[in-house]
């Protein structure tokens, strides 16, 4: 515990020095919310198509996804590598500190980053434009705590097999847009077709994005959003576990 605790506050360092993960993993959500409720007419008002929500209510959901899969998929996967690659993961094996107390750290990292990033979003909603708290807070800690785990664990399976910090930045780039497009950040899924609105429902970042929405607007998640998210956490952490390249 006391190595996890050391490592997770070296950790928090390199954080905050990067400008990027500062920037994008922290503020850009509530920034993007703070844009859309601001530039799009109407932004705060009721819409038929989003079933009598306005656009600020449904993105709400959105933005914090969005800065969960920016920290989990573009940034926690070139750290990991980063460490691989200067050996960082192999030298802490000959200390009484295992390489697996460092992948912990970024987790704890990423997790507590993640987590202030979409309380800033929800604050900025409710104090900017008088957007209601989740009305189901239990089951909205249920979803999110699911979708931390199944985008976190989605990044460290592309950081555990990926060579070089250059690799995990290019794959993780090219799992991020999709992700982002399934999330709704580009379309809201709302007014997506049907057949690319159930696809969406079995990626981890749509199912991510219907769980928070179903608990904020006070309703159970389906079990589908719950399952799949409950899976995507599953697989790809024990593959990840199973195949972690530590040299």
Known sequence: MAALLILARAQTRVFLREPAAVVFGLAFPALLLVVIGTVFPGATEAVPAFDGRSLVDVYAPVTVVLGLATLAITMLPAALASDRERGILRRLSTTPAHPRALVAAHLTVQAT???????????????????????????????????????????????????????????????????????????????????????????????????????????????????????????????????????
């Open 113 to 247: 980053a993640v987590t202030l990033a979409s309380v800033l979003a929800v604050l900025v909603g409710v104090l900017a434009f008088d957007l209601p708290l989740p009305r189901s807070p239990g089951w909205f800690v249920v979803a999110y705590a699911l979708s931390v785990a199944a985008l976190l664990s989605l990044g460290v399976l592309i950081g555990a097999l990926v060579r070089t910090t250059s690799a995990g930045q290019a794959i993780g780039m090219l799992v991020y847009f999709p992700l982002l497009f399934f999330a709704g950040v580009y379309v809201p899924l709302e007014i997506m077709p049907p057949g690319i609105q159930t696809i969406a429902g079995y990626t981890p970042a749509g199912a991510a994005v219907r769980a928070l929405s179903d608990a904020w607007a006070g309703d159970p998640p389906t079990a589908t959003s719950l399952l799949v998210l409950a899976a995507s956490a599953t697989i790809a952490g024990g593959v990840a576990v199973r195949h972690f390249r530590w040299e």
